[in-house]
């Protein structure tokens, strides 16, 4: 495996909940730093979540605050995602990134690499 890919996308119903992972090469896991972004359709990319090489430290967007919940699995070199009482307007495509660093961040531009993205759509 050469890349990040993430699954787990799909459609849900408002209130319903989704789990997202993302498997990464080790080259790219090891030691780094990860997070999940999103962007719907005629908007900007935007951050969701992001956790440290640890684990121990974990940031999340004021609008996902207390709904959803990253945690990384480091024996499976995979991310996940998990996402509850969806709202309509967590309808977009959510992107996996990995930064060469240790420490999480929260802007698009600190992360190296990124997966094709995994389509959410939750409807009302």
């Known amino acids: 495996q050469d890349q990040l890919v993430e699954s787990g996308g799909g459609l849900a119903q408002a209130g319903s909940s989704l789990r997202l992972s993302c498997a990464a090469p080790r080259r790219t896991f090891g030691s780094n730093a990860m997070g999940w972004f999103r962007q719907a359709p005629g908007k900007e990319r935007e951050f969701v979540a992001s956790i440290s090489w640890t684990g121990g430290v974990t940031y999340y967007a004021d609008s996902v605050k207390g709904r959803f919940t990253i945690s990384r699995d480091d024996s499976r070199n995979t991310i996940f995602l998990q996402m509850t009482d969806l709202k309509t307007e967590d309808t977009a495509t959510y992107y996996c990134?990995?930064?060469?660093?240790?420490?999480?961040?929260?802007?698009?531009?600190?992360?190296?690499?990124w997966g094709q993205g995994t389509q959410v759509t939750v409807s009302s």
């Open positions: 990134a990995a930064r060469r660093r240790v420490t999480a961040a929260m802007t698009a531009d600190a992360y190296d690499d």
